[in-house]
Structure formats: C-alpha cells, structure tokens
C-alpha cells in the first residue's frame, strides 16, 4: 500500500514532463503502489505511480507480449489488495500463480529493482484456497447444480435459439412444478426424454408442449458440452460464491485461486463457469455504489481463453456483467497479451490500464501496435516507439484517479512481488488444499435422489405393472383352460399370452420414450437396466 513519504510532491529535482506525469499519481486515500515513473531513460523513485484502491472496483487490463512480466503484475496488485483487506479470485491458467501463497525468495534481481524503484522488500506470503473446477486438477472442486444454472444462462451456452430458449425454459417450469430436481446433466436429458414420450407429451401439453425436433436439438447440444467435461462441474453439493467474500483471521483479503490447467483446452467449460460464478455473485450482493475499497477484486489470467470462439451470446452476457457488477463492490481485470483480445464494448469498461511491452515482428503485429497506442489518452511519450522497447517488468500506466478521470500516461518500472514468482511446490499445494476449512464441505460429490432417478424408478415401476397385468391374465386364461378340458389348447394360449406380455411391454408409453432416445447416453443406460444386462454405476 501506498507511503505517504514518497509522495510526488517531493520530487522537486523532477523534470518538468515527469513532474506534471507524477502529479496525476499523487493520492490521499489508500492506494496501491505499482512502481516510479520512468522518463528519458531514467528511472525516477521520488516519482510513485498508484491506483486509488477505490477504484479498483471500476475494472482493469493487463495486456503485454508473452514474457513481458504480466502475471507478475496480477501477482503485484493481488498481494497489494490482500494486504489492504480485500478479497481476490485469480484464474490461474498457467499455473505459475500459486507462488503467492508463499514467501519470496530474496536474491541480487530483487534487491536490484527494489532499489531502482524505491520499494522497502520483504518476503511475504499470503491468506490462500484453491479450487479446481469440478474437481479437474489440484483444489476444492466447484460445482453447480443445473437448477440453480438456470435455463436462460443454460441456452446461451448451448446456443440454442429464441424458441429452444422459451422450450427449454418451459422444461425447467415443469421440473420445478413435479419436484423432478435439475442436479446433474443426466437429471436433465432424463426430463427432456419423458416429455416427449408418450406420458410426458399428455402431462406437458397444457403447458406448451415439446416438439421431437427441439428436444434433439437440446439433447445433443448437452451430450456435446459434456464430451467438454461439463459433467463433473454439475452436481453437488454446490460452491457457495460467498467463500470468495471471506477474509483471513488477521484481516487481509483471502486470495482464491482457481487452478484450471486440466481444462484449458475446454474453453466453453471454463467461460460457463466464469458466466455462473459472476450471475450468482450478481444475484446475491446487494448494490452498494461506490465504497472505500473494493468488496472483491477478479482477475482472468490468460482472458483470450474467455472470448476465443465465444458465442455472440456469451460476449453479451459478460459485457453487460462488467458494465453492472462495479455497482455491486466487484472489480474484474482481464490480463492478456494485446487489447485486441478483449472485444470493444468490454475494452470500454476497463478504465485503469497496465500495457507491458508488444512486439512488432509482423504486420498484424504492427497493426495492433497501433491499435493498442490508440486505445490510450493522448500522452507525452512516443507510445508506437515506447512499447516496442519496454523491459521486462516495465509497462505503460493510466488509471482513474480519485476523482474518477484517467490520470496521465505514465512509463513505469514495476515493483517486485513479495510472493513467490512461481508455482508452489505440488506437496505443498495439495497440502493446503485438504487442511482446507472448505475440502470437508466440497471435496466429496453426492449424487442423491433427483430427477433421473425419479423418472427411473416410475418407469421400471409402469413395466412391473405391465409384467403383473400380462402374467396375470396369461394365469386366467390357463385356468379357464384347464376347466374347460382344453388342456392343450390352454397350454398354447398361456404361450401366446407370454408373447403377448413381451409385446405389451414394446407398446407401452415407456418403452417408446426409451426407443426414441436411443443414441444418448440417458437411453442407453435405462435400457441396458430393464434388460438386466448392465445397471448404472453410483
């Protein structure tokens, strides 16, 4: 957090560029302190630059070529704001992140830039819990159950159109109106699958209907999110948003890591968790305006991950989620290599801006050094040149003030983090995880009586219905065989009747609803069951 000795107005020996530069930065309330101005060549340490933690909750972006010292600076403001109390949630995509639950390690570079930029260093490790998605890789797994996904966040997910949206809204209703619980995936295609058999279509009618054509439409889009391994993110028992609300036992900021390495070649996995995770922390917090530090801050760690291949449906959900959740106390920093991975309506919610150095290899390189350099206010330095030489650990600055206008451009050198620059030993993460006041409550999935089950179990109970009704009146007809003396008659009826049973069963309501979903797994799986030859594994 910010000193009050190494305030601007110090700095009198200060050029007079550099002067009216650090001016922009000097800050009366509490503050993060990001590195010195860099002017001419010269690193100047009288020349703070800051970012009001205030307005930590207006949004942000890391950008900068690979290697330029990014994570770094997420790691840098994390440990700054858990220091000053408030909460983090990182997506830790590379793993490299985890370090900042442990202490530094102090050498010659350390000492080296603490020294250029004016920085007291010391080791320090902070407050941390780490989660996995689903329980893919190391942390407290995450899961949510469908029911609470809810169908509109659903069909944008799936993709599915304005009337697969109303349909399967309308699946949702009946769900809720049965008792049928949405838990899991299965408990959803078991839902889509009975109301398009025979029974279903009777019960679903006077609601609106469900035509064959929409439900395989909604079921193949689910087996497809699924084969993304969506299928171990929901379930139970559900993660509570509030964990990452919660402070450690001295007062700094709990600094949650989500360690989703196994999973970020399934990108659609991972931006449905981010949509669900922010709808449900927007649901819950209450609007509070604009408080004296932020109630959470996020950072999405290799944000190109979100939007490549997105859905138009997704962009919109997010772009309206930054624009809505700052009113709620929650920031969001999105850290990448180049402004242009981030669409420009969610570009224009980010107001405070760290731009570590860009490469100019190529033309398409070029062209978005150019289109990056546009993207900030007018400014003293040559920035088409300036990013283009940046070291690593330096970057260019703008942020908002505390009155809430950008502040002037600013090159700067970084300070060091006071974290480990690296990943924590696996040991000693797994460790962490299971001492976990959380792993007790989360570790363990549970899969209890819901609508897959339900629906199961009326289905096996109509075809023992169907056995009993068959065999009993194959037991009448023998015995009005036998006191007629037609023994041999009454021998070949109880035959016939015994065929009759098989094809009373292949007629029923259930078995055609069964037949219909031959090719998902739901079917596959019910089938093979009342058949005997193989029962689902719980």
């Known amino acids: 957090m910010g000193d009050s000795e190494n305030t601007a107005e110090s700095a009198g020996v200060l050029p007079e560029p550099a002067r009216e530069i650090a001016a922009g930065y000097a800050v009366s309330g509490a503050s993060l302190d990001l590195g010195a101005l860099l002017w001419d060549g010269t690193c100047l340490p009288d020349a703070q630059i800051r970012i009001p933690l205030a307005m930590l909750n207006r949004h942000g972006l890391v950008a900068g070529a690979t290697g330029t010292g990014k994570t770094k600076t997420l790691q840098l403001i994390a440990e700054q704001l858990s220091a000053g109390?408030?909460?983090?949630?990182?997506?830790?995509?590379?793993?490299?992140?985890?370090?900042?639950?442990?202490?530094?390690?102090?050498?010659?570079?350390?000492?080296?830039?603490?020294?250029?930029?004016?920085?007291?260093?010391?080791?320090?490790?902070?407050?941390?819990?780490?989660?996995?998605?689903?329980?893919?890789?190391p942390g407290i797994p995450l899961r949510a159950t469908v029911t609470s996904f809810g169908p509109v966040l659903?069909?944008?997910?799936?993709?599915?159109?304005?009337?697969?949206?109303?349909?399967?809204?309308?699946?949702?209703?009946?769900?809720?109106?049965?008792?049928?619980?949405?838990?899991?995936?299965?408990?959803?295609?078991?839902?889509?699958?009975?109301?398009?058999?025979?029974?279903?279509?009777?019960?679903?009618?006077?609601?609106?209907?469900?035509?064959?054509?929409?439900?395989?439409?909604?079921?193949?889009?689910?087996?497809?999110?699924?084969?993304?391994?969506?299928?171990?993110?929901?379930?139970?028992?559900?993660?509570?948003?509030?964990?990452l609300l919660r402070l450690a036992p001295d007062g700094r900021g709990l600094v949650s890591v989500l360690e989703p390495a196994a999973v970020q070649d399934k990108p659609q996995l991972f931006s449905t968790f981010l949509m669900w995770l922010l709808a449900d922390l927007f649901h819950d917090l209450p609007e509070v305006g604009d408080l004296e530090k932020p109630k959470l801050v996020f950072f999405f760690d290799e944000a190109h991950l979100l939007f490549d291949g997105a859905s138009k449906a997704f962009l919109e959900s997010i772009t309206r989620t930054v624009r809505l959740i700052r009113s709620k106390g929650v920031g969001i920093f999105f850290v990448t290599q180049t402004p242009r991975d981030v669409p420009a309506e969610v570009l224009a919610q980010l107001g405070n801006r760290v731009q570590h150095a860009l490469r100019a290899f190529t033309p398409d390189d070029a062209k978005a050094l150019r289109s990056t350099v546009r993207t900030f206010p007018h400014s003293r330095y040559d920035l088409e040149e300036l990013l283009t030489r940046l070291g690593i650990g330096e970057a260019v600055i703008t942020v908002l003030s505390e009155n809430g206008a950008p502040t002037p451009v600013a090159a700067t050198r970084l300070r060091a983090p006071r974290s480990l620059m690296g990943p924590w030993p696996a040991a000693e993460l797994e460790a962490a995880v299971k001492g976990s006041s959380l792993y007790g409550r989360y570790a363990q999935a549970v899969d209890r009586e819901s609508a897959?089950?339900?629906?199961?179990?009326?289905?096996?109970?109509?075809?023992?219905?169907?056995?009993?009704?068959?065999?009993?009146?194959?037991?009448?007809?023998?015995?009005?065989?036998?006191?007629?003396?037609?023994?041999?008659?009454?021998?070949?009826?109880?035959?016939?009747?015994?065929?009759?049973?098989?094809?009373?069963?292949?007629?029923?309501?259930?078995?055609?609803?069964?037949?219909r979903s031959v090719g998902t797994q739901l079917g596959r799986e019910i089938s093979r069951s009342l058949f005997g030859t193989a029962r689902r594994r719980r």
């Open 85 to 137: 109390g408030v909460p983090v949630f990182l997506a830790d995509i590379k793993g490299d992140v985890s370090g900042i639950a442990a202490p530094g390690a102090p050498g010659d570079r350390v000492a080296e830039r603490a020294g250029e930029v004016g920085q007291v260093w010391e080791a320090e490790g902070f407050p941390c819990e780490f989660y996995a998605l689903g329980g893919s890789g």
């Open 154 to 243: 659903l069909s944008k997910v799936l993709e599915l159109n304005r009337t697969q949206e109303q349909s399967l809204g309308l699946i949702f209703h009946y769900a809720d109106s049965k008792g049928l619980e949405l838990i899991d995936l299965k408990d959803l295609r078991a839902v889509v699958a009975f109301l398009v058999s025979d029974t279903g279509k009777a019960e679903f009618k006077g609601i609106g209907g469900l035509s064959t054509a929409t439900a395989g439409v909604i079921l193949r889009s689910v087996t497809a999110f699924e084969q993304q391994g969506a299928g171990d993110f929901f379930g139970e028992p559900e993660f509570d948003t509030a964990e």
């Open 452 to 515: 897959y089950e339900k629906l199961s179990a009326g289905q096996e109970a109509e075809a023992k219905a169907a056995a009993a009704r068959a065999a009993e009146t194959a037991d009448r007809a023998a015995v009005e065989g036998a006191v007629r003396g037609e023994g041999a008659r009454g021998a070949g009826k109880a035959a016939e009747e015994d065929a009759s049973l098989v094809e009373q069963v292949v007629a029923s309501g259930m078995f055609r609803s069964l037949a």
